[in-house]
């Protein structure tokens, strides 16, 4: 019998079995070879002076990348420590591989059948600029009867989707009042103009600036109602007029509009350059002030972050340890059904209803049995509300169009998207996809507390510009800086500064100087969806970090902070008078006016909903990449149309009835 090791040996003999682990080594401390961590499917064990030693190994790391198998031997290198951690498992490269191709070929296919149907037709664009023609002549002529001399000479300038390049069919026009005078009553003339000349027209005052919403044929009901609103200024005096035109502030930063139907129309493409959802008071109605502390039901969605905003910028439940649905009043609920030739799907919308507070009166403090309260269950937050007496609807009544007043900043943006056009024809045929999926998933109306048409046009930007590799177009904004013979102007304190050369820029672009990208469109829009359905910290990839990020087009990366622009929290300010609401759930940087949210008018059940889209055509997309896109998914389709339910469980009756379907 030999005799036991010294501890110096001992200890030599150790650290070189847990180094090395190898069958060689393990003979030598005088014990027989162990199976491999293939053949055995316990935890690894060497053994050493006739003991069993499990091989430890990071829980964590087993959890992320699976069991960790025994290092193998390298040489006679024994100095060095080993690393417990092996490479990520990653998938087999021709699975992933054909599934991404599976998913391009996808959206490549959906795109090409609906472009044809979005892209305005020239015919459309020429009958738009007709009716603009006609009212520019009208109304000139009218001031140059009431005002005489004092007539200053005004012009309509389109400006929006119709001049950058973005309309789609039925979309709204876009017009800037530009005039050598402006003098207080002009808005109220122009109005009584348009009426007196058949069409319909309705001035919204208690907005940032004044706005005319502007119908070609109005049907009669529309009309006598607008007359009569017109008729009931004509007679008030002076000081109402006053009161009646500025109102309380507080009044309209929460919407007594709505009531009275002073609200904006977000329609399919309005509001291209933002104007109507930042300049109306509808958007920031009492009722989506109110809904902005609901909490939302979520979807759940396989491998992705789930939930909307983290608790920094939502309202979190109280009882975690209680399931979101069960701390929900369940007085009403909201369905959306999607609709296309081959499917129907119902499907939840994310929504909360809250009861409204009790007051102290109905809680009785004498012996007997006190009632139990009455609470009035708020009503459910719908993507598309019910139109008010005095909005256009969507169809049947012409060209419709919205003046604006003392606007310059509109033209400049206008201009700034246009050029991005020019640089690559992708950019405009994926901006069009984007805004028609939006508008059919019911998320593209900054009425209704989600986001407007400019806000994904500056998305579909950002990612061309800063995440595609390489970028589809260049930073028109930064590229200016660097050309030596451009200058900056100055409008309305704001400096505006780009690359605006059309001309340049398409030729340039016919001889492919502007861009090294040659991928089709399918792979740009699995890319799109892909960024924004993941945040940034969750997928190996990257994606968007929705609750600390900012988008900002004319930024170096196109991304900042929260934190660094002080968009932390909802904030109340004043804006010529008018006391507007900004909210940071979703944050996009204007190009030009630095200190303005493009997002502010998505609330909380707004930002659930839009994200919850990007993570539904995510699914939908893995689904496809899986199955193909024979199999139909229990998603559906990523086009389908949302139409909404309402209804009350108790009685089996509807609430609102059926919401109205969006373009097809």
């Known amino acids: 019998m030999s005799a036991p090791p010294q501890n110096g040996e001992l200890e030599t003999r150790l650290r070189n079995l847990i180094v090395t682990n190898s069958p060689a080594a393990m003979s030598s401390a005088g014990a027989s070879p162990q199976p491999s961590a293939a053949s055995n499917p316990q935890v690894p064990q060497v053994v050493v002076a006739g003991r069993r030693v499990p091989q430890k190994y990071k829980k964590f790391d087993e959890w992320q990348r699976g069991p960790t198998h025994p290092p193998q031997p390298r040489g006679n290198h024994t100095s060095a420590a080993p690393s417990q951690f092996q490479p990520l498992q990653r998938p087999n490269q021709h699975s992933f591989n054909q599934s991404f191709t599976t998913q391009c070929q996808y959206l490549e296919v959906q795109a090409q059948r609906m472009l044809p149907q979005i892209e305005m037709r020239p015919k459309e664009f020429i009958m738009k600029d007709s009716f603009r023609s006609h009212l520019e002549r009208s109304i000139q002529a009218a001031l140059q009867v009431q005002l005489a001399a004092d007539a200053p000479n005004i012009s309509l300038a389109c400006f929006g989707s119709l001049a950058s390049g973005f309309g789609m069919p039925g979309s709204d026009m876009d017009l800037a009042l530009l005039s050598s005078a402006m003098p207080p009553e002009l808005p109220r003339i122009i109005e009584k103009v348009i009426l007196d000349m058949g069409h319909g027209a309705h001035l919204l005052t208690r907005t940032r600036v004044p706005i005319i919403k502007v119908c070609e044929s109005p049907t009669p009901e529309l009309y006598q109602a607008l007359r009569e609103e017109r008729q009931k200024w004509d007679d008030m005096s002076p000081e109402e007029r006053d009161q009646h035109d500025k109102g309380t502030k507080q009044e309209e930063a929460t919407g007594d509009a709505v009531k009275s139907g002073l609200q904006t129309r977000d329609g399919a493409d309005n509001d291209e350059t933002e104007q109507s959802s930042r300049h109306s008071g509808g958007a920031d109605t009492k009722q ?81 049995k006190p009632k139990a309260p009455t609470s009035k269950p708020r009503r459910p937050w719908l993507r598309e509300r019910k139109l008010g007496p005095l909005d256009f609807p969507k169809d049947g009544v012409g060209i419709q169009c919205d003046i604006n007043f003392s606007n310059p900043l509109g033209l400049h943006n206008t201009t700034l998207l246009r050029c991005y056009s020019r640089c690559d024809v992708r950019v405009r045929l994926m901006i069009l996809f984007i805004k028609s999926w939006a508008s059919r998933r019911k998320i593209n109306s900054a009425r209704n507390g989600t986001l407007s048409s400019y806000g994904y046009v ?93 988008l900002s087009l004319h930024s170096a990366g196109g991304v900042l902070t929260k934190a660094e622009k002080g968009w932390t929290g909802a904030k109340n300010i004043t804006v010529h008078d008018v006391q507007v609401t900004n909210r940071y759930l979703f944050a996009i940087e204007d190009p030009f006016e630095l200190d303005h949210n493009v997002a502010r008018t998505v609330t909380h059940p707004g930002i659930v909903a839009i994200r919850d889209e990007f993570r539904r055509a995510w699914r939908i997309l893995q689904w496809v990449g899986r199955a193909g896109s024979d199999t139909p998914s229990h998603d559906g389709e990523l086009m389908d149309v949302v139409v909404e339910e309402v209804y009350d469980p108790e009685i089996g009756k509807g609430l609102e009835g059926e919401g109205k379907e969006v373009e097809k």
């Open 458 to 550: 500056l998305m579909v930007l950002h990612y061309l510009i800063n995440i595609a590799q390489p970028p589809v177009c260049p930073n028109l904004q930064l590229a200016a800086q660097r050309q030596q013979n451009s200058t900056a102007t100055v409008v309305d304190g704001r400096v505006v500064h780009f690359w605006r050369n059309e001309a340049e820029i398409e030729q340039l672009a016919a001889k492919g100087m502007l861009t090294h990208n040659r991928q089709p469109l399918g792979v740009l829009l699995q890319g799109f969806f892909h960024y924004f359905a993941h945040q940034s910290y969750d997928s190996p990839k990257g994606g968007f970090a929705w609750t600390k990020e900012v």
């Open 288 to 368: 989506n002030l109110q809904q902005t502390d609901a909490i939302p039901t979520m979807t759940p969605d396989d491998g992705m972050i789930k939930g909307g905003p983290d608790e920094s910028d939502l309202k979190e439940t109280k009882n975690p340890s209680q399931p979101i649905d069960s701390q929900l009043p369940s007085t009403t609920s909201a369905q959306t059904t999607t609709h296309d030739s081959t499917t129907s799907k119902t499907l939840p919308v994310n929504m909360a209803l809250q009861p409204a507070p009790v007051s102290e009166n109905s809680i009785s403090t004498s012996d007997t």
